[in-house]
């Protein structure tokens, strides 16, 4: 029996003990008088099993090594020394009526049980979210940084590394929390490049020029269902965009000094910065709907399905399909009880056609849509000029020709459209911004985005 599988259960039984025995405490020096010595004995009985049976979860979880070996050490035994004072005390407690004059005794192993019980608990969420995750200080340095990853329009000269400005932030957003100096989760941390070229218990994280061999790519494309799928399931996940540039970038040497304006042309990097640009758009201007049900949000992520809200609080979603490469025009419908909800839709590199744009022209308050590298046509653009909020659209990679780009800029709601690698010409494009100069069309040439 793999015993790995065993002990991940211990994060379930581990809280048991910890409610069970604080209740002991505060039936024992708060309500003395209305507890029974036989219902102290009771819930320190169970108390000593669950913690018994959660230190020995724990000792099989620890045979993964993915944790800090130091902080490792101080919560296993912490957590032994704390089922020995709980069993003990239990003992003492059943054999109660012939020393009960030894009030001291009880007290002592009361008193520890409590610190040791303070200690595991402390090493195990340290074990957890990172040693410093009650500092004040800890938590305002990791906001500033996670704030100043943002995108900004600049020129091609801009100073600055692919990796220290596009592969940082997407390692930072999505890796960081469960590999850094505190939590080495398979022993890999990766807040450094030095550290990503060392690996962690499997090897090195990047193998340069070979990403399909890299343990930073393989693991993303793992199914969401796989223990050793990175991001774990019910974390955020990388998206389709920042899977290709990681890839791109390991294939071209996994460089820490390639600077942006050595690629600025490349289209995998305009690609990925485009996508940038859409999602740093702050302002909906949508008008107040309900929330969309939660059992129905559940119900799409368990189908692979990335569900988020736009920010917290809003109604309005994020609706991605990067996981879901095999999506067909009919599976679009299990979004028919959100289709108001979505303000941003990716189906980017699925199996749609022009059929699917029958629903997803009822989607009325999508403002970016994207479309890239699906078999979209020109016929589409009928259905997406039933979407009249739309603003943001992506047709990279479609077959929507000259003709389909000037009926979408008649809309009048859009402001950019990317579209190289499609249908359309730079004779079309031309023709586009001289008679609709509102409306911004990428074809992969001047824009491009950096880390502010």
Not at 2 to 11: A, K, M, V, Y
Not at 246 to 271: F, M, P
Not at 359 to 379: D, E, G, M, R, W
Request: with cysteine; net charge positive; charged share 20%.
């Amino acid at each position: 029996m793999n015993l790995d599988f065993i002990g991940r259960f211990h994060p379930l039984m581990v809280h048991l003990p910890i409610g069970i025995l604080a209740l002991a405490a505060i039936l024992e020096y708060l309500f003395p008088k209305r507890t029974s010595p036989a219902q102290i004995q009771l819930v320190l009985l169970i108390g000593s099993v669950s913690s018994v049976l959660a230190a020995i979860l724990g000792w099989f979880l620890s045979l993964s090594a993915e944790y800090d070996v130091d902080l490792l050490n101080k919560h296993k035994w912490t957590g032994i020394i704390l089922s020995f004072f709980t069993v003990a005390l239990w003992a003492w407690k059943y054999k109660g009526s012939d020393f009960s004059k030894f009030k001291i005794i009880s007290n002592l192993l009361f008193g520890s049980m409590l610190l040791f019980l303070v200690l595991a608990g402390h090493y195990g969420g340290s074990l957890t979210h990172g040693v410093d995750f009650l500092s004040i200080d800890n938590l305002k340095y990791y906001n500033k940084n996670l704030s100043n990853v943002a995108f900004v329009p600049v020129t091609g000269t801009t100073n600055g590394s692919v990796y220290d400005k596009l592969i940082t932030p997407i390692l930072s957003e999505k890796c960081y929390n469960c590999h850094n100096p505190n939590k080495t989760k398979g022993n890999l941390k990766m807040q450094t490049y030095a550290a990503l070229l060392k690996g962690g218990k499997t090897g090195p994280a990047i193998v340069a020029g070979d990403a399909l061999h890299s343990e930073l790519v393989k693991r993303t494309l793992l199914d969401l269902d796989d223990k050793k799928r990175m991001p774990p399931k019910g974390k955020k996940q990388l998206t389709s965009n920042e899977i290709t540039l990681l890839k791109w970038w390991i294939n071209n040497g996994a460089s820490e000094r390639t600077s942006i304006s050595e690629v600025i042309k490349n289209d995998t990097i305009h690609t990925f910065l485009a996508a940038s640009s859409e999602k740093s758009e702050p302002s909906l201007g949508l008008p107040p709907i309900k929330k969309a049900d939660s059992l129905v949000l559940l119900k799409l992520k368990e189908t692979l399905w990335e569900v988020n809200s736009i920010s917290k609080g809003s109604p309005y979603l994020d609706v991605n399909a990067v996981s879901l490469s095999s999506l067909s025009n009919q599976q679009l419908n299990v979004l028919q009880e959100i289709k108001d909800n979505i303000a941003w839709l990716n189906l980017a590199n699925t199996q749609i056609n022009d059929q699917a744009f029958k629903f997803i022209s009822q989607c009325k308050n999508v403002l970016k849509l994207n479309l890239a590298n699906t078999n979209t046509s020109s016929i589409a653009v009928n259905d997406l000029k039933k979407i009249s909020k739309l603003q943001y659209l992506n047709i990279v990679g479609t077959r929507i020709d000259d003709a389909g780009l000037t009926e979408l800029c008649e809309m009048g709601s859009l402001k950019n459209i990317y579209c190289w690698s499609s249908k359309v010409t730079p004779n079309g494009v031309e023709s586009c911004k001289k008679k609709y100069p509102k409306v911004k069309i990428d074809i992969g040439e001047d824009y491009i985005l950096v880390k502010k």
